[in-house]
């Protein structure tokens, strides 16, 4: 193992000299907070925006301070249909015993105005049907005669921290292992062939598949690196900003943790080997990069599944898919604060396997002095 370890240390020094992985680094880390901040603005500025709603008519007596307690600001406009295209987000139209709304639905304010007047009004109803009532002697109770008692079996706070983290922590973490490892694994194959330094490299006496671990393990280390530090930087930021409704603190659980590291290592190993293979085909770090670009979208698509398809309940079957099957190892066990230990024995045969199919690709790939030794 002492020429892996050459090899690796090697890789390491020339990988720390290369601007291009210490920027992606950096830009891991910079990228993730800045990401996470304006999405808290936006989520704070949409709770506490104040939108406009146009009228015509008398309007009810105390329904005009509740629309001003939840941001509604009522305005006398000659045409709400008409003002309600541009000038106001609603247009409001008060008849006796009923209310006519216009809104545009391509306008994102107008449904975010839309939805808050039609809980206001649904609380106006039930408190004027409730006072005509008592004015009569009547028991408003029998507007509801089942009374709902809820019980949550854990912290909703809790819940929604939870549903935040599944969302973004996944992506987050197979995003920055798989851009991070780039430019590092083309640099040690493609870069060294532009740079003459392969061929010299592959005489040495070290066995071929000593050369080829040591590399895997210097581009896994630096996807590692990038994923902790994006990681790091996403709690931390966590840690500062509040969102609407939900805890200032998020933090994964006790269980998400080690199985976060146990996956970034699996993921992280195994594309390294893919994008090894990969750039050993290229010429030039440019044409690595024509190889490897394809293979970012593909890994991505199957996270972008999870995220748009949030009660997404896969067979088994689902869990041989790489990535896809770590995505959703990770927001099971951050949801539901548990682990199946049957699909995460699925998930690390599928990426180990892959792994090691690319890691023999790449090494079948080392060993054709042909294809090395082309210019």
Known sequence: MRATWIVYRKEMVEILRDRRTLIAIGLAAIATP??????????????????TVGYTGDVPTGLGELLSATNLKL??????ASAAKKQVDLGLAFKPGEIDLYYDPNRQSAQIAQNRLETVLGQYSAAQAAAALQTRGVDPAILTPIHLVSNPLSSPVQAASNAFLSFFLPYILITMIITGGFSAALDSTAGERERKTLESLLLTPAPRSRVLLGKITAVTTISLVAAVAAIASMFVTLAQISFPGGSRHITPSAVAVPLMVWVAVLIAFSFSAVTLALGTLAKTFRQGQAYVTPLYFITIFPASIILFIPDFNPSLAYYLIPILNAVLVLRDAIVHDSVDWTTLAVTTVSLLATGALSWYAALRLFTREALLTRS
């Open 75 to 80: 305005v006398p406009v000659p045409d709400p």
């Open 34 to 51: 800045l990401v996470l901040s304006i999405i808290s603005q936006v989520s704070t500025k949409t709770a506490t925006q104040a939108y």
